[in-house]
């Protein structure tokens, strides 16, 4: 802490004159809205209309601190406005799209790359974190009333949401490490009188009538789903009540909300019944230009490859062999859960009270189980090369031992090496997920002097993740190649390895006649596994601010004085991890991490009510971190300015250095894959049994990554296959190391709202967020093309060999701080509140609103490590680029408040641009290499059109009491695009979609009312 001060007492408070201005906010019922700002005399006067209805009203009433509470700044001013743009999500949008379903709301919202939510199946599934700008959810800080949450959406009670306050860009100097992307801030409600009662259900509903998809499953044999689906129904229900208790100085609230998801399945939805492919089956050139169904290959025959010849089962069950035929091949259908099946309950307290002096607290109290389903109903295959099965084994037919062993046949010695494969039909892996979060948090705050308040606070979080899988196969070579060595005690089957003690585990493998693998082999093979981590947050914060104006302290062409903030925080982070069965080699750490910290705030305005400046402003902020886990003082700064000439136009800025200080990726520990196949053709690949052999490279090529001993030891010490692949230690996860990324950015805007359009707004917004140092896990797949091709020290740094044998010994994978990474573009906003009776049209037709918001993206870059090539995927999808990264989203809405009753219907458009194949991108990186067997063209993807939906909501206030509302997405039932199974990167593509971007589950319809008591 002592270096600390002395760097705040050489550095001071950072300023900078740049533009800046108040917040963007966004608060229909149909589409985010620019609004002109947030006030605190705006959410008084809603707070006194709501004190005027009774108790009984179940209104909420929300605490003082809520009042001046502006995300992106600790100054407390009576009438503080944001100077960087905030996109603000109200909960009568939320409420539209589910208040069970919070990610699949803010995924509309054009700067959050959209969330997969409860689709996909996954061990790791379970969370739904938020990713702005397409910059990882790593880099995105989320808060709770302004405090730290763990980014994962779930864990947010929706009934309870008063609005999101989503800020891009850089916040480090106000809140730290991770806000290098931006925050988001959940604001909830914390004070009740009376009961409110939430409640909805929802459910999909789809046509079935993708011909090409019908028509490709029936081609395939795959069973057809019935015409029409509804299912996948979700529920949620939410109790709050509070009351005022001594005179209202004290509060006492509670809430407990329940959701519930039901699981959809594959085959229950033409767009997943048939997993498509884009060739059929043995095909010998791939034009990409055909879709037929997919699946997982299987073959009840096996497949055995002995002497280079290879062989199947024979088919009538005899323990004999025949020459394989592709023939026997075919595609099973994956049954997977497209929504799994999830249940949630959240339950909380807040406290509220008046204390003498003028002091307050506030307190509270939330904890959140989530219990989560998962399965894949899979086809999987059994693999080892270079097996050597003893020629005794009692599951050999005489005719598979003669030509295994030849003369050696019956005796116990053991045969050539030989590849087998064995398969196991349609088995059901299932993981189920479970989640335990708690918060607890206590504040008190009050008057120093004047216009000068201080608030301490005391927070403090546990987040446990628990994961547990069965059936789980983690594709070990040895473990199946020991199966297959077996010889008769005593008239039983018993493995090798369990004769001499070397796995007393071992259960024998009959891989030798059709569909003869056991349920024991197979429970042998594969395994239950379980993984646990649990992450605790303690954090100790004090804030002084207020405004000096009383004091005299501020410009003289200003009328406001000038506001400031002190900020002293210690975090304590604590991170462990362990694994058990066959994830066994899941990370196993326990880490301590503390920081202590001092920041500053400063906020300026320099000339008000003057001509041609009705406002200018500056504002900046600094803050130092001393961080354990790392040897320096971080420091982050911003500058901030605004300035309106008129009345009605303003102009704003921001600069931002931000950074991510690796906290958990340094204290967590290495994971290690023994086994792991990775490419080296520096070691002589062995020769293929058909077909050409790979060239090993010449020393001069290799000399980079090894000495010449080396390379000529490894000519006879080889143990890579006919590819190139060798046998290595792949080691990933945590590495001490590690220094902080740092992040920098921009913002420019303008807002206008014109006092001859009353109910007018409009802004657009400049960015430009750059990251150097990123966190990147190296990409090993690219390492020997990397380092021996293209002669980069980075790649060839992966690679550890043997200093006498020349051998790969491990992939060093684990995170570095080689990438950098940059986000640009522009975000439009406009409101327009019609009333209809001010333009002289009717007396009673009600009012109307007109709400847009989009991004258009400008530019998206990577780059893994120095000196390789930077891949821009801005308007491509697929392969490199994974997901679409479309140039222009938007979403945009129209409501009408229903003259005749309290209530009103809208419209919504959403809308995301088109984007092309990455093979088709100019960048020569990502653009295709044609080889003969494949032109590596993909006609049939080469463009995904530009997609809208539309969704229609309505909602009436039947009396005091009861509220209805009904709302239906995607009206039309529209299809997503296809795109096929294949090497396509994104997230859900075993769904034939980018499933995130595009509705598979057809139309939603969801009721819902709220009811106060």
């Known amino acids: 802490m002592t270096r600390i001060c002395r760097i705040l007492l050489k550095a001071g408070v950072a300023t900078t004159a740049l533009i800046a201005m108040p917040v963007a906010a966004q608060t229909s019922s149909a589409a985010a809205k620019p609004d002109k700002v947030q006030k605190s005399k705006k959410l008084k006067k809603a707070r006194e209309a709501v004190r005027a209805e ?12 809520q009042e001046i509470l502006v995300t992106g700044t600790r100054i407390l001013r009576p009438n503080m406005e944001s100077n960087a743009p905030i996109t603000v999500i109200d909960e009568a949008f939320l409420k ?105 259900a929802s459910g999909f509903q789809h046509h079935n009538d993708n011909m090409t998809l019908l028509k490709a499953g029936k081609e395939a044999g795959y069973p057809s789903p019935n015409e029409r689906f509804f299912g996948g129904g979700n529920f949620y229900a939410s109790l709050a009540g509070g009351q005022d208790l001594f005179d209202k100085k004290v509060n006492v609230s509670a809430f407990l909300t329940y959701k519930e998801a039901k699981p959809v399945r594959f085959s229950d939805i033409d767009q997943t019944t048939c997993p498509l492919m884009m060739n059929p089956l043995n095909t010998e050139v791939f034009r990409n230009d055909t ?5 997982t290959t299987f073959n009840q025959y096996n497949y055995f490859n002995v002497g280079g010849v290879d062989y199947a089962n024979a088919r009538d069950g005899s323990r004999s062999w025949r020459p394989y035929s592709t023939d026997d091949e075919v595609r099973v259908p994956r049954n997977d859960f497209i929504q799994r099946a999830d249940r949630t309950i959240n339950a909380g307290m807040f406290v509220s009270a008046d204390l003498m002096a003028d002091l307050k607290f506030n307190g509270n109290f939330m904890v959140s189980r989530t219990r989560q389903n998962a399965e894949i109903a899979v086809t999987d295959a059994f693999y080892t090369g270079d097996v050597r099965i003893n020629c005794d084994n009692p599951f050999l037919g005489a005719q598979q031992a003669a030509i295994l062993c030849g003369s050696a046949a019956g005796t116990t010695a053991l045969a050539d090496a030989s590849t087998v494969v064995a398969w196991k039909d349609q088995f059901t892996q299932v ?15 009050g008057t120093v002097v004047d216009s000068i308040r201080f608030e301490a606070s005391y927070l403090r979080t546990r987040d446990i993740f628990r994961n547990s899988t069965t059936n789980t196969y983690t594709g070990d070579v040895d473990k199946f190649a020991r199966s297959l060595q077996a010889r008769n005690v005593n008239g039983v089957p018993t493995c090798l390895s369990k004769i001499d003690g070397t796995d007393p585990d071992c259960v024998p493998a009959n891989a030798f006649q059709p569909n003869s693998l056991s349920d024991e082999t197979f429970g042998y093979l594969t395994g239950t596994g379980r993984s646990w981590q649990q992450n605790d947050l303690t954090v100790m914060m004090g804030v002084l601010s207020g405004t000096l104006g009383e004091y005299g302290i501020k410009s003289p062409f200003a009328d406001s004085g000038i506001g400031f903030a002190l900020v002293g925080e210690q975090r304590n982070v604590r991170s462990q991890s362990r694994g058990s069965g066959v994830w066994s080699s899941w990370t196993q750490f326990d880490g301590r991490a503390r920081v202590r910290e001092l920041a500053g705030e400063i906020d300026i305005p320099l000339i008000q009510g003057k001509p041609f400046f009705q406002e200018l402003s ?3 902020g600094y803050r130092v971190s001393d961080y354990t886990t790392y040897e320096k003082l971080v420091h982050t700064w911003k500058a901030e300015s605004t300035w309106a000439p008129v009345d009605g136009l303003r102009f704003r800025g921001s600069y931002n250095r931000a950074v991510r200080v690796p906290v958990l990726e340094r204290l967590e520990g290495e994971n290690r894959y023994p086994n792991v196949g990775t490419l080296d053709l520096c070691s002589p690949p062995r020769a293929p049994t ?39 230690t792949l080691i990933n996860g945590g590495n001490p190391d590690l220094k902080p990324e740092r992040g920098r950015s921009y913002t420019a805007g303008v807002v ?5 359009i009353p109910g007018f707004s409009a802004t657009v917004d400049w960015y430009n967020i750059a990251i150097t140092g990123a966190f990147e896990w190296s990409r090993w797949g690219m390492a020997f093309d990397q380092c021996y091709n293209e002669k980069i020290n980075f790649w060839c740094n992966i690679y550890k060999r043997d200093p006498q044998t020349g051998r790969v010994t491990e992939i060093d994978a684990r995170y570095s701080n080689s990438g950098r990474t940059e986000s640009q573009g522009f975000d439009f906003s406009l409101g327009y509140n019609i009333d209809p009776r001010r333009l002289g049209i009717a007396d009673n037709a009600g009012t109307f609103a007109v709400n847009f918001s989009g991004t258009l993206a400008t530019r998206l870059t990577r780059q893994f490590a120095p000196n390789t090539p930077t891949w821009q995927c801005n308007g491509y999808h697929g392969f490199n680029c994974g997901e679409p990264s479309p140039k222009w989203r938007h979403v945009t809405g129209i409501n009408w408040a229903l003259p005749w009753v309290k209530g009103g219907v809208g419209l919504t458009w959403r809308y995301t641009g088109s984007t092309k194949i990455s093979k088709l991108s100019k960048d020569t990186t990502l653009a295709a290499r044609p080889t003969p067997t494949n032109p590596d063209v993909y006609p049939l993807i080469a463009r995904l059109p530009a997609y809208s939906y539309f969704d229609f909501a309505a909602n009436v206030a039947v009396n005091r009491y009861l509220d209805l509302r009904f709302n239906m997405q995607n009206l039309f039932d529209k299809d997503p695009p296809l795109i096929g199974d294949g090497p396509f990167g994104g997230v859900g593509q075993y769904q034939n979609t980018y499933s995130s971007y595009y509705t598979i589950r057809g139309r939603t319809l969801r009721v819902g009312l709220t009811a106060r008591f």
């Open 431 to 445: 993981m189920a997920p479970r989640i335990w979060n708690w918060r607890a948090s206590g504040a008190v705050s």
């Open 96 to 200: 539209e799209r589910g208040l069970a379903r919070i990610e699949d709301a803010l995924s509309q919202i054009p700067q959050i790359t959209p969330m997969l939510g409860l689709q996909g199946n996954s061990w790791t599934a379970g969370r739904a974190g938020i990713n702005l700008r397409r910059l990882g959810q790593g880099r995105t800080l989320t808060l709770l009333n302004g405090q730290r949450l763990d980014n994962d959406v779930g864990l947010v009670p929706g009934a309870l949401i008063e609005r999101i306050d989503v800020l891009t860009g850089g916040a480090s100097a106000v809140y730290g490490s991770d806000a290098i992307a931006g925050v988001v801030n959940f604001i909830l409600k914390r004070r009740f009188n009376g009961l409110v009662l939430d409640a909805e």
């Open 291 to 295: 879709y037929v169904c997919n699946g």
């Open 690 to 728: 058909s077909g050409q052999a790979l060239q090993r490279y010449t020393f001069d090529q290799c000399s980079i990554g090894m000495t010449r001993a080396q390379y000529d030891a490894l000519t006879s010490n080889s143990t890579c296959d006919a590819n190139g692949f060798c046998r290595a």
């Open 54 to 65: 009774p108790a009984a009203d179940g209104a909420v009433a929300d605490t003082n601190d």
């Open 752 to 756: 206008i709202q014109p006092t001859s």
């Open 618 to 620: 500056i504002n900046g």
